[in-house]
């Protein structure tokens, strides 16, 4: 059955430090997502992509955020210069149409020292 | 702003005993999402709810969807230990973003 999946599965970096975080999502699919989930608490919506831009975005999202497609098959999440706070898993998803439904990645734990 | 409240947070119940998870939201949408999440793992869907009355059953868990109260209920049968896991209730805002719950801590003993 296809998959969303993530690399790597944990990623460790100095505050201040850029981090790529990447996923492949199902290849079918044509909108992709990031949420992330501070530890214990609940999933947050980042963003949302479709046709090689944003559709949307929350206001976590900001400039130290971007996303991209770089190929056919990936898609990643570019944080700057990670803060503390930007601790957290980090799920990807994709879906086949705007309102179908999201299939979920297996994160990428980011730790920021 | 859409808000999704789940209650209770935490739950420690019995095996055998039966027992409901509550999401409630705050505005109109379209469809309603159960996912299951294990501790340090990512999120199972469970259940898409797409109408007013729908009504899905897996096994030993049931959800429903009643729209005009912007509620839906998680209902577990017979508990058994497997089903121990955070549940999240999930509302898709415009066409593409999910809110989640802040999750139900479900402990199920022996």
């Known amino acids: 059955e296809p998959e969303v999946t993530q690399t790597p599965s944990h990623q460790v970096t100095q505050m201040g430090q850029e981090v790529i975080l990447r996923c492949v999502p199902i290849s079918n699919h044509l909108y992709f997502y990031w949420y992330r989930q501070i530890l214990g608490q609940k999933v947050e919506f980042l963003v949302s992509?479709?046709?090689?831009?944003?559709?949307?975005k929350s206001e976590i999202f900001d400039d130290q955020f971007s996303v991209e497609r770089p190929d056919g098959s990936n898609f990643t999440l570019k944080i700057r210069s990670t803060k503390l706070e930007d601790s957290a898993m980090y799920f990807c998803?994709?879906?086949?149409?705007?309102?179908?439904?999201?299939?979920f990645g297996p994160g990428t734990r980011l730790t920021v020292l | 702003e859409l808000k999704v409240e789940q209650n209770p947070l935490f739950l420690s119940m019995q095996e055998g005993k039966n027992y409901t998870i509550y999401c409630n939201y705050s505005t109109t949408s379209d469809r309603l999402y159960w996912y299951r999440q294990d501790p340090g793992k990512s999120l199972e869907s469970l259940f898409v709810l797409l109408s007013n009355g729908a009504v899905k059953q897996e096994g030993r868990l049931m959800a429903s969807l009643d729209t005009k109260a912007r509620l839906s209920t998680l209902h577990i049968t017979a508990a058994v230990h497997d089903l121990s896991a955070t549940y999240f209730c999930a509302v898709l805002q415009g066409a593409q973003k999910l809110v989640f719950g802040q999750g139900t801590r479900l402990t199920i003993n022996p």
């Open positions: 992509f479709y046709n090689n831009e944003i559709s949307e």
């Open positions: 998803a994709s879906s086949e149409g705007r309102l179908n439904e999201q299939f």
